[in-house]
Every structure is written in structure tokens, then in C-alpha cells.
């Protein structure tokens, strides 16, 4: 038997999660949520996931207002703690960003900045679903 992959989401609107663990254990994948950075960044500690999808407007804390500076800032801090890359240079933990805020071009420079290997552009349509995750 195999092990399952480990997907780690960092998302803080409980539908968009939700969504997306479902399609993602349909396909095979276990998930971890965390819903604001706070949490991100005690959970990305622990190690054992695959990729990290990241919403990039995200609330630090349950009381906190979303704010895309909060996700830069996790994906910045993961890549300075995890820097393991495989024999291909790739990083072992993929970050993947889900936003609709990353639509410009210097919005994309700054998440790929950031430590970003892809990025998702929010809405996910339902055919746009099906090809991310398969």
C-alpha cells in the first residue's frame, strides 16, 4: 500500500476550503487546513506535506482583517526555514499560490518572489478545478 500525499491549505474562507479538500481527497490527496497564518506557520513545522496551497489574503489571526501582506509574508518565512530542494534544484515543498490577486504582472513577480513555484488565479471555475488537481 502506498502512502497518500499530503496537501497543506492555508485558507481562510471556510467555503473555499472546504471546496477545494473535497475535490482534493476525491483525487487522493489527505489535506491539512490551517485558516489564518498564525496557524500556517505552526502547522508548516511540523513537515510531511507535498505541495502548500496559499490564498494570499489571509488573516493572521481569528480577530485579523485578511491582508495579502500576511500570505507574502508566509511564504517568505517557509522558504527561508525549508530551503530543501531536490537533486533537480525543485523545491520538496511546492508552494502554489490560490488568489485572485496575483492577476497583474507585478503582482505575480512578487509572489514568485516570494517563494512561489505556480499560482492559481481565484475564482476556480469548475473545468479549471479538474485540471489544477489531476
Do not use: W
Not at 490527496?29 to 498564525?38: C, E, S
Not at 505552526?42 to 485579523?64: P, T
Not at 503582482?107 to 485540471?131: E, F, M, N, W
Amino acid at each position: 500500500m502506498s502512502a497518500r500525499h499530503i496537501v497543506f491549505l492555508v485558507e481562510d474562507h471556510a467555503e473555499t476550503a472546504e471546496l477545494v479538500r473535497l475535490r482534493l481527497n476525491a483525487l487522493g490527496y489527505d489535506v491539512v487546513h490551517a485558516a489564518t497564518t498564525t496557524a500556517a506557520r505552526e502547522l508548516v513545522s511540523r513537515g510531511g506535506f507535498c505541495v502548500m496551497l496559499v490564498d494570499l489574503e489571509m488573516k493572521v489571526d481569528e480577530r485579523g482583517e485578511p491582508l495579502v501582506e500576511a500570505g507574502i509574508g508566509l511564504m517568505r518565512d517557509t522558504r527561508r526555514e525549508y530551503l530543501h530542494v531536490n537533486d533537480e534544484g525543485k523545491h520538496l515543498l511546492q508552494i502554489i499560490v490560490m488568489s485572485g490577486h496575483a492577476t497583474e504582472p507585478e503582482a505575480r513577480d512578487l509572489v514568485y518572489q516570494a517563494g512561489a513555484d505556480d499560482v492559481i488565479t481565484k475564482p476556480l471555475a469548475p473545468r479549471a478545478r479538474s485540471h489544477v488537481y489531476s
